[in-house]
Every structure is written in structure tokens, then in C-alpha cells.
């Protein structure tokens, strides 16, 4: 039975989409981590999990095509169908009556780093797992917002 649950986790590991984060923001996010410790153990280190299996990119190489803080993605519910555009923010400034949605969320630590086409599993707050798959990333230089 050990060996049966060894065998999920690395088939489970080996599926994650590959992540990317910018060097500008990982101590920021660290930081925030660290901090969600004592009131949400999980998230701290879901979010920390997924520093540890990041590529970390200076922030002048990081593709346009990859979720950072700031950008506004899309992306799509596969068991609804149902997309969704919302822009991944320092907790500071979530507002989700503006699609604004803080890192420190269950779906902002899903969708940090990952880049258009992937597909990832999201455990929602209700304990529902959904399969969901980035459809678009737009940086806020794109689209002429100033700062992140």
C-alpha cells in the first residue's frame, strides 16, 4: 500500500505544469508565505511547494506568456466550461468585485507561474478538485496598465 501511495504522488509530481517565477517577486513572495504560516499552514506551503519547483527567472527573461503578479489571465473550467478572466495580485490589492484575486488564495497559488496551455488540478475552498487550463496571459505592459 506504501509503495501504491509513493506511485500517486510521483505520478502526480511528474504531471505538474512546469512554473515560472520572477526573481523580482520571490521575495515578496516568500515573505507572504512565511507570514500565512500560523493562520493558513496549507496555503503557506502549497505557495512554498511551489517556489521549491519553480524555475526562477530574472524579470528582463521572463516569457510573456507566463502568469506573473499583475497579470490578467484567462483561463477555463474543464468540468463546466465555464472561462474565467482574473488578474493575480499582492494580497494588498484583491478586490474580486474587480477580477482582482490575491496570490494568497487557493487559485492564485494554482495559477502563479504557469504559462498559456497549461492544464493543473485546483482543490476549490469547498473541497471540490477541478481540472483547469490557462487559456490566456496578458502582462500589464500589454495591455498599458502602469505598475503591478
Not at 523580482?24 to 515573505?31: M, P, Y
Not at 506551503?45 to 484567462?74: C, D, F, H, Q, Y
Not at 504559462?115 to 502582462?139: H, M, N, P
Request: net charge positive; glycine share 6%.
Amino acid at each position: 500500500m506504501t509503495h501504491q501511495i509513493l506511485h500517486a504522488t510521483k505520478t502526480r509530481r511528474a504531471r505538474d505544469p512546469k512554473i515560472v517565477i520572477s526573481e523580482d517577486e520571490l521575495t515578496h513572495i516568500e515573505a507572504l508565505a512565511a507570514g500565512a504560516m500560523q493562520h493558513n499552514p496549507a496555503l503557506a506551503e502549497r505557495l512554498l511547494n511551489e517556489i521549491g519547483r519553480a524555475r526562477i527567472a530574472k524579470s528582463k527573461k521572463m516569457p510573456a506568456n507566463v502568469v506573473t503578479i499583475g497579470s490578467a489571465v484567462t483561463y477555463r473550467d474543464e468540468t463546466t466550461g465555464q472561462e474565467k478572466a482574473v488578474t493575480l495580485v499582492y494580497p494588498e490589492n484583491a478586490d474580486i468585485s474587480r477580477q482582482q484575486v490575491s496570490i494568497m488564495t487557493p487559485i492564485g497559488v494554482a495559477l502563479l507561474g504557469l504559462s498559456e496551455g497549461a492544464g493543473f488540478y485546483w482543490d476549490t475552498r469547498k473541497d471540490q478538485r477541478r481540472q483547469l487550463t490557462v487559456i490566456r496571459v496578458e502582462q500589464p505592459h500589454a495591455k498599458g496598465a502602469i505598475g503591478s
